[in-house]
């Protein structure tokens, strides 16, 4: 079984500029999570997506903001990028209501902004 | 006070050790518990899952819940240098949704 798929493994943005992230969840999980984990602030929660629909978000600005498509694969966009944006951006994945064996989580997208 | 408190560490043991990694929570709506494991410039992996108090053992590793102390903690027995990482709690409960609060983690070393 593949798992949780996340694209790119490295982003480098200019400050101001758009950063977009991807992400392939475990075949058969609905729910997409997007997290950021800043050095030092461990797991912060962004998105959660089920169902092609934002569930909830964590506070984060709108800037952050992201989608999810019909085959569950979501995308995490961040807009006017701040320096303090460097981060590992983790997607996870889990079957909705089923949170028995956690999340999934994919390796992560590492955004340098400079 | 943040939700959850974790041990910072980091923490260097030699191989072999009894390891003990621990987090407090400051929320008692928590009922599901979960301990991580993160190697450098990967994702978490799930360890350990437990649903409210007791313990949970699975081979080296014993996960135990104390909510009444609003404590939990991980051990590990017989540490190896595989077990070098880092190591995030996380919990979730009633009004969280599917939505898990980590712990910043513990950078754990076993020294051969």
């Known amino acids: 079984e593949a798992g949780v798929t996340q694209s790119p493994t490295h982003l480098i943005k200019t400050r101001g500029q758009q950063a977009t992230l991807r992400c392939s969840p475990i075949s058969g999980h609905t729910s997409v999570y997007w997290y950021q984990q800043a050095l030092g602030l461990g797991l912060q929660f962004l998105l959660w997506y089920d169902e092609g629909e934002e569930r909830n978000r964590g506070n984060f600005p709108p800037r952050f903001s992201g989608r999810q498509f019909p085959n569950y694969s979501s995308e995490l966009n961040v807009n006017a990028l701040e320096l303090e944006d460097s981060a590992l951006y983790l997607c996870a994945s889990s079957r909705r209501g089923n949170l028995n064996y956690g999340y999934t989580f994919g390796s992560g997208t590492r955004l340098t902004v400079v | 006070q943040k939700e959850v408190e974790q041990d910072p560490g980091p923490l260097s043991v030699p191989e072999g050790a009894i390891v003990s990694l621990n987090c407090t929570y400051s929320?008692?709506?928590?009922?599901?518990f979960m301990w991580y494991r993160q190697y450098s410039r990967k994702g978490p992996e799930l360890l350990m899952y437990?649903?409210?108090?007791g313990n949970k053992e699975d081979g080296r590793f014993t996960a135990q819940v104390d909510k009444s102390s609003k404590y939990i903690s991980l051990f590990i027995r017989d540490s190896q240098p595989s077990d070098s990482a880092t190591y995030l709690c996380a919990m979730n409960g009633v009004g969280y949704g599917q939505n898990f609060v980590f712990g910043p983690g513990t950078r754990l070393s076993v020294l051969p």
């Open positions: 437990t649903y409210s108090s």
């Open positions: 929320n008692s709506a928590f009922q599901y």
